[in-house]
Structures are given as structure tokens and as C-alpha cells.
């Protein structure tokens, strides 16, 4: 039998990808943490923002590592240890950095706020009442439309922690349930019974307008029909939003040693692209508006992710804590990430010891060229579906077909974009379903390269 022929246009590999049901991980991100390396040499944290206007807008993302368990398929910065002492000195120095990023970006509008994890909603309400205070001492500037959201767990969604939230202006509150069935909540490592979920939906719901919830199909032991009682259990309470995604098995995850052990008993790609689609259909039945391959909102005239959003359009973001991203002009960095225990407990320890003072310097990150911008421009704003060839144009100085004629023309022929009068490109059906296969036409070799050689740990 003749071997296939590799395809050797951008069209023929998008044609080959879309009809072979290709299933990248999902792009929400331009470069992504896997092509961070560490600097020649450390870059003073002054330096960084020396070239940044003091004033405009500023969002800012806080990241609480603390779990009291790691899901099967997380492969999320954390740590399970969570004695009430680590935390603290964790929230010390939480609050230092707040204060050094304050001198270099007191000025700014705060337009969003974002709490992550691990499971921020782990924390005491003194805990989080020491955070609020201090970043509102060092921002006083936060807008007020700002987007405060925090993420938690249905075991840590108490009436208690949530009224905390609500009264320290908190706005959207973003739960990952995964399942609503037994048997894959314990299989995913997850040790509550449904009725903590349902009961943990009530407070949330009966406290604020905004509620994100997460579910994850293929997980270990789903079938169709256990999916579909899920999705349909959380839709009986109207979610504001929903976040729908496949499962992915990334190395040094417990789900991936399942995989590679019995791949028979988990869904093909296929399976998940037939899964998406039966759910893009329901959730429109439902008056649902799809804004990217996993997000579903009922909100209308507003984003329903808005740190998300303004991150793509180039409004800064300050990342607070271990394993949180900051990208300010051509500046991204970290500290440093591990999936391991050992490893990352260590990053946890040393980022305790750090001294955020005038010459903190980053260690780790990567700086992007124009080209690496004008890729991560596109990138982003596609798989939102809002891809504005005129902004493109006023931001880097050249017309976006220009840059990338090939990749225009094979997602146009194909379907999957379509080019408004004013020349914003937005997704098709087809478009939305295959985004990530789209966004990733648009890297380049040198991220790719980087991507294959990270070694995870």
C-alpha cells in the first residue's frame, strides 16, 4: 500500500486536519508557559515596565496554588500541602508583590481581577480580606464595571466564603464541577458526592448574577449517555456561562498513564469533535451564544470572560503568585512551573523566600519579537471570533493578508472564516469547532521547536 503523501500547503494540511478529526490541545494562549526559558541574564522588574505608560488599563491575575486533592488529568500549577502557616507566608508574599507591581502600575485602571488555582476559594475569609485590602491600597483605580471573578471547588463553595467574596465586591464566581456523576468524580479524584455540587450551584446562584461552571468530556469511565446526564443536570439551573472541554492527557498526569495503558476505553478524537457538536447544538436550543470552542454565555453585549478578552486586545496583565503569567508590552514571564510534588513544592518555597523589593529582576519567560506579536495578535482574536484586519493593520503597520496570505485563503476556501464589510473575520461553524486547529497555523517554527523540547516535571 502507497503511503499517504504528506501535505505540503497550508491549504492541504488544514483540509488533512479537519477530515482526519485532528484534536489539538485547546489554544487559549499565544505563546504558550512551555517556551519559557530562563533569560541570559535576570531583567530588573524596573526595566520590564520602564517603556509602559503609567496610566490606561491593567489586569491582574492572582494565583492561589492550594488543593486539597490533584484531579486525575490536572496538570495546573499546585500543591496539596495547605497547612494554615504555608499559606500564610504564601499570602505574605502575595501581597509584597502586589506592593512592588503598585510603585510601577499604581496609575493604571484596574479593569479586571482574577483569582486562580489551584482552588482560591480554599482560603479563610481573613486570608481574603488581607488580599483585598492590599490590592486596593496599592490600585486604588479599579474600574467600576471591573470584572472581579474567583474560581473554586464545590467542597470550598460555602455560604460563609461566598458572602465574604460578594461583600469584597466580587462579581463572577467560577466553579469546576468536571461531572455530576459518582462513579467519574471518584475516578477522577475528586472525594464529594454530587449532592456538594448541586448544593454548592444553590449558594453560588442565590448570591450572584455571574456564574461560570466546567465540565470535561472523555473523562475515565464516561460514556455518552453519563455526559449528557451531566451537561443536562447543570443546564436545569441556567449557568450564565458554561465552559465545556475535552479532556487532555498531559504527560506526568494520572489520566495519561490510563490512556497509554488502555486507550480503547477513552473517546477518539472524533468521538469528542461528535460530542462538541451535539452540545454547540443544544446549548444554541437553549439560547446559549457560543464565544469560543469550549465558552457558552447567556450574557448579551458583554464579554463573559472579560480578563480573557481585554488579555488578547493587549491590556497588560500582572500575574501574582507562584506560576502566574505576567505579559506587559513584549515582556512574558514567570516563575518557574512543575506538575511533580517534589517540584513544585520547591517553587513554592522559593517564591516565599523571594524579596519583592526595588531590584527584584525575572528570571524566566520569553520576549517576543514583532513577528511573535503580530502571530499571537492573530492567534488570540481568532479563537474569539474577532479578528479585526483594520486594528491589525493600525497596531503593526501592515495589512494582515499581507503577513499571511496562505493561512487567510486555505481557512476562507475551506469555510471555516467568514470577513465582514468592515473586515473583522469571524468563525464559521466550522471554524469554531476546528479553532485550535486554525490557531495553530499561525506559529511559528521557532515556538514549535521550543514546544517539542520542554521537558515536563
Known sequence: MQAQKAPDTVHERLAQGINTYVLPNYVYGYPSKRTYRNF??????????????REGEVNIYLHIPFCRYRCTYCTLF??????????????????????MYGGLASGRQVSSIYFGGGTPTMLTQAQFERIFSTLRRHFPKVADNAEISVEGAPDSM?????????????????MGLQSMHPRELAHSGRPYPVETAVEAIRNIRARFDH????????????TRETWKQSLDQVLEFRPTTLSLYPVVARPLTHIKKQLDQSEEAFFTDEAKYNIYDENVAKLRDLGYRQESFTR?????????????????????????????????????????YAVGRAEANHIIEEFIKTDFGDDFAIEQGIVLDEEE????????????????????????????????PEELEAMEKLGCIRVSS???????????????????LFFSERMLRMEREYQAK
Request: net charge neutral.
Open 40 to 53: 541570559e541574564r535576570p531583567i530588573p522588574i524596573k526595566e520590564v515596565w520602564a517603556d509602559e505608560p
Open 78 to 99: 499546585l500543591t496539596t500541602r495547605h497547612d494554615p502557616t504555608l499559606i500564610d507566608r504564601y499570602i505574605d508574599k502575595v501581597c509584597q508583590q502586589l506592593a
Open 158 to 174: 460555602t455560604p460563609e466564603t461566598l458572602d465574604c467574596l460578594k461583600a469584597a465586591g466580587v462579581n463572577r464566581i467560577s
Open 211 to 222: 456564574m461560570n461552571l466546567d465540565l470535561i468530556y472523555g473523562l475515565t469511565g464516561q
Open 296 to 336: 457558552f454565555t447567556l450574557l448579551s453585549g458583554q464579554e463573559a470572560y472579560l480578563q480573557e478578552s481585554l488579555d488578547f486586545k493587549g491590556v497588560p496583565l500582572i500575574g501574582i503568585g507562584t506560576g502566574a503569567r505576567s505579559y506587559v508590552g513584549r515582556y512574558h514571564y514567570s516563575t518557574d
Open 373 to 404: 506579536q503580530r502571530r499571537r495578535f492573530v492567534v488570540l482574536n481568532l479563537t474569539l471570533s474577532n479578528l479585526s484586519m483594520p486594528a491589525y493593520e493600525q497596531r503593526f503597520g501592515r495589512p494582515l493578508r499581507q503577513d499571511f
Open 422 to 440: 468592515t473586515g473583522t473575520i469571524s468563525l464559521t461553524d466550522l471554524g469554531f469547532k476546528f479553532s485550535s486547529l486554525l490557531a495553530s
